[in-house]
């Protein structure tokens, strides 16, 4: 599938989904549940979530000692630009966040994309553990009273811990095999070009050294304490926002109505996962007994909720650093430099009669000009990022 066409089918889901959630609405009874809801439940429900912002920022840093020590000022505004993102043109924000940072710390970009795979890892297994768990033990509301529906959702959290569990496994035996699939992976990638196989071989290693957490008792309690902090801080900020709507759901039925949320937000489309989110959390509601027209007045605050605060603060920080678009480039075209200057260092003794000679020297010459100036290097991060960034830009000037 073409980019364009996947592109096109992205955004006409998303539009499909917000039109369906909002075409079975009555938008007045909407309104009106709008207006009536309490105001400083909703502002302590975006502290919480801005709070979430700095808990992630310190568990990043914990990823990142392995590699390199970073500031916890640049993670901060890289976490909150890329999570700012997100709010705009959906999970391909993402790329933002490692960008972001590799520019203030010039810190290679395969590192700081690893780090984030390992803690997309980490919040995978907390959320979906804590979901898994809260199934185990869910009640329905007193109104509803299905057993089969209660039995499906039990062998449901059953499936998903047991899934969890497999995968904590697979990722520990990974870490431990780690020097033998690198070098498989340097066997295997040896007929790729020079500017794929040396950022891949890179990642490769940055992931694993990522995973040693798993391996260090002190560093795998540090990166779960903040992950609990992460998730504690969410669940509060949607009681809050339940809360402010005049509902008083257990912490069950809160977690219940977060897990429904989050699958939605795994939709890549733009808006902070928009539709696809709404019509995700408003079923949970729905489920849970309320009417559609309060649900859909949830979700929609819910989203603001979950997306605006970090926004607000992105956009700060995206404005007072102007960041360049041309540094991310020779940044992540650096790389590879780097990393084909140090194989050419290690051939260096083996191949000087050969360089002497004035075609070879030439030639060199004019590798060395190419990479200088900036080999098209992973052209499709490059150009997320761009995008990514002018987006927000664009916002922050018609904002401000």
């Known amino acids: 599938m073409s980019k364009n066409l996947k592109s096109v089918l992205i955004l006409a889901i ?82 933002i966040r490692p960008a972001v940072l590799s520019l203030r710390e010039r810190i290679k970009p395969t590192a700081t994309f690893a780090t984030i795979l390992i803690e997309r890892l980490f919040d995978t297994t907390a959320v979906v553990s804590l979901f898994a768990a809260n199934l185990l033990f869910f009640k329905l509301p007193p109104d509803q009273n299905n057993a089969n529906a209660l039995g499906a959702i039990q062998s449901v959290g059953l499936a998903l811990l047991i899934g969890v569990a497999v995968g904590i496994v697979i990722l520990v035996l990974l870490r431990l095999k780690a020097a033998a699939i690198l070098e498989w992976i340097e066997r ?108 859909a007045s949830v979700a929609i605050v819910y989203h603001l909720i979950a997306f605006g605060p970090p926004f607000l603060i992105g956009l700060f920080y995206l404005i007072r650093d102007d960041i360049s678009l041309r540094q991310l480039r020779e940044m992540i075209a650096s790389e590879t430099t780097e990393r084909q200057g140090e194989k050419g260092t290690r051939g260096q003794g083996d191949n000087d009669a050969e360089m002497k000679k004035d075609g070879e020297t030439e030639r060199r010459r004019d590798g060395e000009k190419k990479r200088r100036y900036g ?15 002018l987006a927000l830009k664009a916002i922050g000037g018609i904002i401000l």
């Open 14 to 95: 998303g539009l499909g989904l917000a039109w369906w959630f909002i075409s079975r609405l009555d938008l007045d009874t909407v309104g009106a549940h709008l207006r009536n809801a309490r105001i400083w439940p909703l502002l302590l429900a975006a502290l919480l979530i801005n709070l979430t912002l700095f808990a992630r920022s310190l568990r990043w840093q914990a990823f990142l000692n392995p590699i390199r020590t970073a500031k916890l000022s640049n993670i901060f505004a890289a976490t909150s630009v890329g999570f700012g993102a997100i709010f705009v043109i959906g999970r391909a924000g993402e790329f």
């Open 188 to 295: 295997q990638s040896a007929w790729l070009p020079k500017k794929l196989s040396y950022p891949l071989l890179n990642f490769a290693r940055h992931l694993a050294d990522g995973l040693s957490v798993l391996l260090n008792l002190r560093a795998l309690a540090t990166t779960i304490f903040f992950t609990a902090c992460v998730w504690g801080l969410v669940s509060a900020a949607t009681w809050l926002t339940l809360f402010a709507f005049g509902l008083s759901f257990p912490i069950s039925h809160t977690i219940f109505v977060l897990g429904f949320g989050l699958v939605g937000s795994v939709a890549p489309t733009p808006g902070g996962s928009a539709g696809a989110f709404h019509a995700a959390a408003a079923k949970g509601l729905e489920f849970l007994g309320l009417d559609p027209n309060l649900a």
């Open 375 to 389: 080999p098209s290097v992973t052209p499709s991060l490059i150009l997320s990022v761009s995008l990514s960034l």
